[in-house]
């Protein structure tokens, strides 16, 4: 089983950058799909995160959310069993908590049930 721990939230200013890590242990990732959702401030418990972006297990596909496409960007470095979401442009509504996912079947999906692991999450507040 691999362990996701996520890194790099913080408070930073609207138009700031940030570049958000996850870091997994316990066995390679790179059979995985990785992604990134976000919970935003006040939502209901039972509400399904947002998806974000997510990657397949090499690296060559893709996918982002509407909202972000355009800002973020979603890589990953199997050498050193992280993934990273890179952040520029930021904006109030990106505040959130965000969370690293993985897919053991190493396919982009867009869905927070489909995932079959996750990280703690991660703090991101954008002031404005």
């Known amino acids: 089983q691999v362990q996701l721990v996520e890194a790099g939230g913080g408070l930073v200013q609207t138009g700031d950058s940030l570049r958000l890590s996850c870091i997994g242990s316990?066995?390679?990732?790179?059979?995985?799909?990785m992604a990134w959702f976000r919970q935003a401030p006040g939502q209901a418990p039972g509400k399904e995160r947002e998806?974000?972006?997510?990657?397949?297990?090499?690296?060559?596909?893709?996918y982002y959310a509407d909202s972000v496409n355009g800002r973020f960007t979603i890589s990953r470095d199997n050498a050193k069993n992280t993934v990273y979401l890179q952040m520029n442009s930021l904006k109030p509504e990106d505040t959130a908590v965000y969370y690293c996912?993985?897919?053991?079947?190493?396919?982009?999906?867009?869905?927070?049930?489909?995932?079959?692991?996750w990280g703690q999450g991660t703090q991101v507040t954008v002031s404005s």
């Open positions: 996912a993985a897919n053991r079947n190493g396919v982009t999906w867009r869905t927070s049930e489909n995932s079959h692991m």
């Open positions: 316990g066995r390679t990732l790179g059979n995985y799909a």
């Open positions: 998806f974000v972006a997510t990657i397949n297990w090499n690296g060559r596909t893709t």
